[in-house]
């Protein structure tokens, strides 16, 4: 009987406790979609929390969709988040945001950019290119280009690596890179 007892108590207070953590006033989520008449759409998400050691989380996500009149998408996705720990000067803030752009014969084009800068004031940004285009016999080439720029704060020595490789059918024919 003892045994029931505990038992039961314990799943009584792992019970409230699971309650009153989802009951959490600093924990909020809101999101939207809109359509649009072409067949696209507009999507927003935002959440923000602050956990108990006090560190503040936010973050925010915009996808807008188009199609053109042949059924081709153009798609934007924009992504910011923030991390700031309890305290001064410690902030973290991530950037992103990626393009899609569709080509008649199947082939497309993409653009993302990435930016981080870290609690001590480092920017990090990479833009990535790549670019596939489909001729007329089906033969896919794709060209790929990468270029990472590191720029610590108030130090004037800003380095970058720039990548690129092409492929024709999935088989690589080139690829440099070079840093300065």
């Known amino acids: 009987m003892k045994t029931m007892f505990a038992l039961l108590a314990t799943t009584a207070a792992l019970g409230l406790a699971a309650s ?7 924990a909020q989520d809101k999101s939207k979609v809109e359509y649009k008449k072409d067949g696209g759409y507009e999507s927003t998400r935002s959440s923000e929390h602050t956990n108990t050691s006090g560190t503040a989380y936010t973050s925010e996500s915009k996808v807008d969709v188009d199609v053109d009149s042949q059924g081709r998408v153009d798609k ?16 973290k803030d991530s950037t992103s945001e990626t393009q899609i752009e569709e080509k008649a014969r199947g082939g497309f084009k993409q653009t993302t950019t990435r930016k981080h800068t870290d609690a001590e004031g480092t920017n990090t940004t990479y833009k990535t290119v790549t670019d596939v285009d489909v001729d007329s016999d089906g033969k896919a080439t794709s060209t790929a280009t990468t270029e990472k720029t590191v720029n610590p704060k108030g130090l004037l020595n800003e380095t970058s690596t720039k990548s690129k490789t092409k492929a024709v059918n999935g088989r690589v024919v080139e690829k440099t890179t070079k840093s300065n």
């Open 20 to 26: 009153s953590y989802a009951a959490d006033k600093s």
């Open 76 to 91: 934007t996705v924009k992504t910011e988040s923030t991390t700031d720990p309890k305290g001064l000067l410690n902030k």
